[in-house]
């Protein structure tokens, strides 16, 4: 995962370095279809809407694209399919500027829904992949197999405007995959979706990931995205707070943070110095260690690592005082990292 | 999907430009009000030649009785009747079917030792075919009468007044449409700008020659069923003029339409910024018809670009123009088209996304977006 190191160090937000994995091999021939943002920034009048944005989708991988409303998730994906010019940076796509002609291959679902009203179902969609560069039989065919796989086969023949919300809002992902595209980007597919609808696009979109496709998606849907992406980009104020993959964003919350449940109670962790209450409840505590800070004396060579060295001193602290029911990290929710970087 | 999906190789900007001009005519074909407002002209083609008497008609008829009556109307070259007494004369003129009747004058008390029979007024046209006037020598004569001149000059004005602004709102609203629903996201992550500008004035510049055309070979037939058949050989050489300007006239309206549409977002809007475009329609319809006997005027409103269209057919048809003038105003009238196209898609591009209730021209200009 690209990072933006200098916006998200210069806003005091946590840095990951890149995944061991990114040296890889097989990194170097992804690179080969591998969306790339760089330095890309926008201004709407006096507005900031994106400031130095850089981050990457990779091939096959589902990748969350998360943030605030109005932090910036729309004029990204407008910059990435050139509907929108960006005040600054490159849109990059096997390494070389995205072109209309490279774009043409690209598959989008904007935020602001929209198909021609009075056409019908197939006909539209046929049309938008006829457009994108296809034969009229294979367009055709694209066709029939999304409907069926989206259950609106039986809708094909109608137009668009009879349509209820959620059954446009599949028309208009089939409008988005029709042509097969080499990259998917999605401004909040799921929205306005039952949770069976939820399940079958998801199920669309998983099979086109696993066929090599890059997806960038954008929702609201926390636990949605938790769940589905594999990559995730967080973004706040046109910045990019984070980026990653999912485990290892967890894994660095995560190793922040602990729960501890003693046999009494827990209200002396609040003098160990180094240490931050997030809840206190009796006997149990929820805590953060912070950073940088030298190991206790007492520990000194039995510990490597600063962070570890201060929730060790709090077990060690907690084990001499009485019994210990449970000790260890917390694996923050989704929601909870991005209350915490936004 | 199956994996051996057959790619054309992308779209080329021809390639776009088709299937977008194919499918506003086949959302434009789809529609009633396109064939009502089709069928509306050709009846009325086909009203205005026949029903007598609206485009002056043939020869005057007349019931004559008598071999002195019959003589003198056939030397006037009149529509001739025969009948056999003045009664089933009078009868035929009650009847409108002849417009009078020339009868013998038993009193005597007219020279010609004949009577003129009408309905309710003094038939004119018919006392004059049976005066005699001294011969008159025109100068200049014009090939055309005056009053069939402004006829025809001002069908065909009404003929492309009647298109621009008809398939011209069309444009409009098909650009703002795309606006509306905001499928113009799509559209413009999909193909070029200018192809889909190219494609929409290409679907409706085809429907309205198509049009254009089915009333031209109707036409003929209109005047031949309605017996015009002298107003049909004067107006065949002006219709040959008439079509490349029209044409030319037809696509640089069009570009001013879909830039119209595209400075604002809703139907609602949309009257607001076509005012312009209409005025630039209207100011050669009644220029032209208003300024028919003005040759400084007319030839000036032959040379600039929007009233080119009608003002120089109209002096070709009166004979006012020199050989060399219409190749000029054509070749103004391409430079025109073209640059137009080019503003068009300017103004067009920076436009569409810009989704304020009216788009401020000059930002459209600068493309902010
Ligand atoms: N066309 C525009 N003109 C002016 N400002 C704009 C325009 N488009 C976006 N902005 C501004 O840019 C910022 C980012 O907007 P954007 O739509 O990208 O946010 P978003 O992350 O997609 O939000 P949401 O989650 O609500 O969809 C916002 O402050 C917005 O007001
Ligand atoms: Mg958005």
């Known amino acids: 995962m690209a990072l933006a190191p200098d916006a998200a160090s210069r806003r005091g937000h946590l840095l990951w370095a890149a995944r061991p994995r990114c040296v890889s091999h097989a990194v170097e021939m992804w690179r080969a279809t591998l969306l790339q943002i760089r330095s890309v920034s926008r201004s709407f009048g006096e507005l900031r809407a994106l400031d130095d944005v850089s981050f990457a989708v990779e091939p096959g991988r589902m990748t969350g694209f998360v943030g605030a409303n109005g932090s910036g998730k729309t004029t990204t994906m407008r910059i990435i399919l050139g509907v929108l010019a960006p005040h600054g940076g490159t849109v990059t796509w096997n390494g070389a500027p995205v072109t209309q002609g490279v774009r043409q291959r690209f598959g989008y679902m904007p935020e602001e829904r929209g198909l021609y009203p009075k056409m019908r179902v197939a006909d539209q969609i046929t049309y938008l992949g006829r457009l994108h560069g296809l034969d009229r039989a294979t367009a055709q065919h694209n066709t029939r197999d999304l409907l069926e796989q989206l259950n609106l086969e039986s809708r094909a023949g109608d137009p668009i405007e009879e349509l209820s919300l959620g059954n446009q809002q599949r028309a208009q992902i089939a409008a988005a995959l029709v042509h097969d595209p080499e990259l998917l980007i999605l401004d909040e597919p799921f929205s306005g979706l039952d949770p069976i609808a939820v399940e079958t696009v998801l199920g669309v979109l998983r099979e086109r990931a696993a066929r090599g496709v890059p997806v960038l998606f954008s929702s609201h849907q926390l636990d949605l995205v938790e769940r589905l992406c594999d990559d995730l980009v967080i973004i706040a104020g046109g910045a990019i707070a984070a980026s990653g993959g999912r485990e290892e964003l967890r894994d660095k919350f995560g190793s922040r943070r602990f729960q501890m449940v003693v046999g009494d109670d827990a209200g002396w962790i609040r003098d160990v110095p180094g240490v931050q209450i997030v809840e206190l409840d009796g006997p149990r505590a929820v805590f953060e260690v912070a950073d940088g800070i030298a190991p206790a004396p007492e520990l000194a060579g039995r510990v490597e690592s600063t962070q570890d060295a201060r929730d060790q001193v709090v077990l060690d602290a907690a084990l001499r005082r009485g019994s210990v029911h449970s000790f260890g990290p917390v694996t923050p929710s989704l929601a909870e990292i991005f209350r915490e970087v936004v | ?369």
């Open chain 2, 1 to 369: 999907m199956s994996a051996d999906t057959a790619r054309t190789g992308g779209t080329s900007f021809l390639a776009s430009t088709r299937l977008i001009a194919e499918r506003e005519i086949r959302t434009q074909t789809a529609s009633k009000g396109f064939w009502i407002n089709f069928g509306v002209i050709v009846v009325g083609i086909f009203v205005l030649s026949i029903v007598p008497g609206l485009f002056g008609g043939g020869e005057p008829s007349v019931a004559t009785v008598g071999s002195d009556a019959a003589r003198v109307a056939e030397a006037a070259e009149l529509d001739t009747q025969p009948v056999p007494d003045r009664a089933s004369a009078e009868v035929l003129v009650q009847a409108g079917d002849v417009d009078a009747a020339i009868v013998p004058d038993p009193e005597g008390s007219s020279p010609l030792g004949l009577r003129i029979v009408a309905e309710q007024s003094s038939p004119d046209d018919i006392v004059a075919a049976l005066s005699v006037s001294p011969p008159v020598d025109l100068l200049n004569p014009s090939e055309v009468s005056d009053g069939l001149q402004f006829l025809v000059v001002f069908l065909f004005a009404l003929v492309f007044f009647m298109a621009s602004f008809i398939f011209g709102m069309a444009i409009a609203q098909s650009v703002v449409t795309e606006k509306q629903t905001r499928i113009i996201e799509i559209l413009v992550a999909t193909v070029p700008v200018r192809a889909l500008l190219t494609g929409k004035i290409a679907g409706h510049s085809v429907l309205a020659f198509g049009q254009i055309t089915v009333i031209a070979l109707a036409t003929p037939v209109a005047l031949r069923l309605g017996g015009h058949d002298d107003l049909l050989s004067t107006i065949a050489g002006p219709l040959g003029w008439f079509v490349p300007f029209f044409a030319l006239g037809f696509v640089l309206l069009a570009c001013m339409w879909a830039v119209a549409g595209s400075m604002v977002s809703r139907q609602e809007d949309l009257g607001s910024s076509t005012s312009l475009v209409s005025t630039l329609i209207m100011i050669p319809y009644f220029g032209v018809i208003f300024f028919r006997d003005n040759d400084l005027v007319m030839t000036v409103l032959s040379y600039v670009p929007f009233s080119a269209p009608l003002a120089m057919p109209a002096r070709l048809f009166s004979g006012d123009a020199q050989g060399w003038e219409p190749v000029v105003t054509l070749v103004i009238l391409i430079v025109a088209v073209a640059a137009s196209i080019m503003m068009a898609s300017r103004l067009y591009s920076g436009s569409l996304l810009q989704t304020g209730a009216r788009v401020r021209l000059g930002r459209a200009w600068a493309r902010t977006d």
